[in-house]
């Protein structure tokens, strides 16, 4: 087990459908363990002493039709160490759950509310899950890769971690099996920051990109010429800048 003292959202669009989850934390590598999303079915954010299974099997549940509560409480009842986890899960409907065990490490706590949960342990204190559930509640009119990056600025700037930064992911997923967004800073001196950076990037260019890339319902994709002609261009001179280190 990994000890994950994390702060992260897991959300769902009302307009769009898409769901995701964010994540910030002390440990390196924080995107490839704690969320889980499925494209129509939910996300899943798996922290503290980390069981990843979690987040497999949370996503089993929510597609076989259970409720965000319903799942968790499963998950919760089958896990022997669920004293030292912390879950959040929203669900199709945009119902959510969230569980902080008796054994997390101070601080820790949760809110959720109407398409999303917020959760948080070895924080500064309860502002931290505060902040971050006001900042996805303000700003329902962006789309949700947006609101996600907002809602970690917002976890971080009210204290997150306690002891420091050094990895943040965000992860999204729309209507296809494949993600809409997965992008992740691995170790990082200002992880959130280097996200918003990165994430600035591919809002020029990779999120067009995917916009156009085939589907299920149209295997040849629609990539306009103006998206692959800026692709042929280096990534320094690409709207968005980037590839400062190529």
């Known amino acids: 087990m990994l000890e994950m003292n994390t702060f992260s959202i897991a959300a769902r669009c009302a307009r769009s459908g898409m769901f995701g989850v964010a994540v910030s934390t002390a440990v390196p590598g924080v995107g490839g363990i704690c969320p889980w999303v499925k494209s129509g079915v939910g996300a899943v954010a798996t922290q503290s002493w980390v069981n990843p299974c979690l987040g497999i099997d949370g996503l089993k549940l929510l597609a076989e039709g259970k409720s965000a509560q319903q799942a968790l409480d499963a998950l919760i009842a089958a896990d022997p160490g669920r004293e030292v986890r912390q879950l959040g899960l929203v669900d199709s409907s945009g119902a959510s759950a969230a569980f902080s065990g008796s054994q997390c490490t101070q601080w820790y706590g949760h809110r959720t509310g109407p398409n999303f949960a917020v959760q948080g342990n070895m924080l500064v204190g309860e502002p931290t899950v505060a902040a971050m559930a006001e900042a996805f509640a303000r700003t329902d009119a962006l789309p949700l890769a947006e609101r996600l990056v907002i809602v970690l600025e917002a976890g971080q700037a009210a204290g997150g971690d306690k002891r420091g930064r050094q990895s943040a992911a965000i992860l999204v ?74």
């Open 173 to 246: 997923h729309h209507s296809q099996d494949y993600p809409y967004l997965s992008l992740r800073v691995d170790e990082h001196a200002h992880p959130v920051a280097e996200l918003r950076r990165v994430f600035e990037v591919a809002r020029c260019q990779l999120i067009p990109f995917i916009d156009g890339m085939p589907t299920r319902e149209n295997p040849i994709g629609n990539l306009p010429k103006s998206i692959t002609d800026m692709l042929m261009v280096p990534p320094p001179f690409r709207p968005g800048g980037g590839g400062a280190g190529l």
